[in-house]
């Protein structure tokens, strides 16, 4: 079969995950578009907002020399990036209900700035924006995701796989993030992978080592759920298992098909985003996960 990236179907850590939770969601925030736009829709919140300036701010000084890396503060970065969530853009409902989620991610960049152990090191940047493989060329099936930060272990010609988390919760054991990270890192750059690392910002002053999946058993599982998506998306056949009244993961996004949603704007991936109309006075700092 002739390799064709454009007819091929895509997926990634997240799209594996919404095809898990529920296949509506899958499809809305996946397959869908908007009818207008033609643009594919996404939500936000807080704290998905907080996620993506700490990570913004972290990721950005990998591609920098070692000796540069903390020219510019990184609080002054932060502050300036977080300029790209602020206000309804993030979901935010009020100053006070911002400012509390900024200060949790001034916590985090304080706590970097105070131990910043592998960010201090070199790092192995996949030259590509959206790193990919072919899953399987005979299917057609990429598998395409961003890896936080790859340290290289210069002593051994190796790298270490480290994922920062910005929430409150703890990585499930079930989750395919590091299976498929794993993968990638083995298919997207020539060096072997030595480990990997959950590094939980809010509580930890270095990244906690995790046992690293075996890439044989991490491909057969991926492959499976991929062949799955690719038969829904054939059959077009994408109900959620809670039935009509839908469930916790497909609800948000009916809701901006049945317009309780106010549209903030057009992500860095094209998607037009939205905020839920009541969702921003039940979000506290306390309650987030990510």
């Known amino acids: 079969m002739v390799q064709d990236k454009y007819t091929a179907v895509w997926v990634s850590h997240s799209s594996i995950t919404d095809f898990l939770q529920c296949p509506r969601a899958y499809f809305l925030k996946n397959v869908y578009k908007d009818p207008v736009t ?22 950005s000084l990998s591609v920098l020399p070692l000796a ?26 009020s100053k006070a209900h911002e400012a509390g989620f ?24 996949i030259k590509e924006e959206l790193p990919y493989f072919w899953l399987s060329e005979a299917d057609n099936l990429i598998l395409c995701g961003k890896i936080d930060w790859l340290e290289y272990l210069e002593k051994t010609n190796r790298v270490h796989i480290i994922d920062f988390k ?37 509580r930890s002053d270095a990244p906690a080592k995790q046992k690293l999946p075996d890439l044989e058993e991490s491909f057969q599982k991926v492959l499976k759920i991929a062949k799955k998506i690719k038969l829904m998306r054939q059959l077009e056949k994408f109900d959620c298992p809670s039935g009509s009244e839908g469930c916790r993961y497909c609800r948000p996004f009916e809701k901006i098909l ?14 037009n985003t939205y905020v839920l109309k009541e969702s921003a006075s039940s979000q506290s700092p306390a309650s987030q996960i990510l």
């Open 38 to 59: 033609g643009r594919k829709i996404s939500l936000t919140s807080p704290a998905l907002a907080l996620g993506q300036a700490v990570h913004e701010v972290l990721e």
């Open 258 to 271: 049945l317009g309780k949603a106010v549209l903030v704007g057009i992500n860095d991936y094209g998607q």
């Open 102 to 125: 900024k200060k949790r991610g001034e916590a985090m960049i304080r706590r970097v700035v105070q131990s910043p152990g592998p960010l201090k090191r070199l790092a192995v940047k």
């Open 166 to 202: 910005s929430g409150r919760g703890v990585q499930g054991k079930e989750s395919l993030q590091l299976p498929i990270y794993h993968l990638l890192a083995k298919n997207c750059q020539s060096r072997r992978v030595a480990g990997a690392s959950y590094w939980y910002l809010d």
């Open 68 to 93: 540069a890396r903390f020219d510019e503060p990184l609080l002054e970065r932060f502050e300036r990036v977080w300029q790209k969530v602020s206000g309804e853009k993030g979901g935010f409902e």
